[in-house]
């Protein structure tokens, strides 16, 4: 079970931080992703970390901005955003996923219901 929290509504170029518990599985044998979706469009991947949290990756739309971060001992992954831009509206989502480096939504076993994130101009 993934649990999402931290949504709200932010100014262009203020500062969320997502945070995401899991509980029912062996949290550190998963790899953690961020996945984004607006209305109208599709879910994207945001970003992802590894099992120990020493390799991150990021999409090119967030890069620089946004930063992801887990605590294996919390079972907690975090999505640390700044600099927030009116295009990052959109429901943010963690999911779970037993595949390396993976950053499509069907490599993803498990999935948060999703919080909301709002950014106004």
């Known amino acids: 079970l993934l649990v999402e929290s931290g949504g709200g509504l932010v100014q262009a170029g203020g500062s969320l931080r997502l945070s995401c518990a899991a509980s029912g599985r062996t949290f550190s044998n998963y790899w953690m992703g961020w996945f984004r979706q607006a209305p109208g469009k599709e879910r994207e991947f945001v970003g992802a970390?590894?099992?120990?949290?020493?390799?991150?990756y990021y999409a090119d739309s967030v890069k620089g901005r946004f930063t992801i971060s887990r605590d294996n001992a919390k079972n907690m992954v975090y999505l640390q955003m700044n600099s927030l831009k009116p295009e990052d509206t959109a429901v943010y989502y963690c999911?779970?996923?037993?595949?390396?480096?993976?950053?499509?939504?069907?490599?993803?076993?498990?999935w948060g219901q999703g919080t909301q994130v709002t950014v106004s101009s």
């Open positions: 999911a779970a996923s037993n595949i390396a480096g993976a950053t499509l939504t069907s490599k993803y076993n498990y």
């Open positions: 970390i590894s099992w120990s949290g020493g390799r991150t």
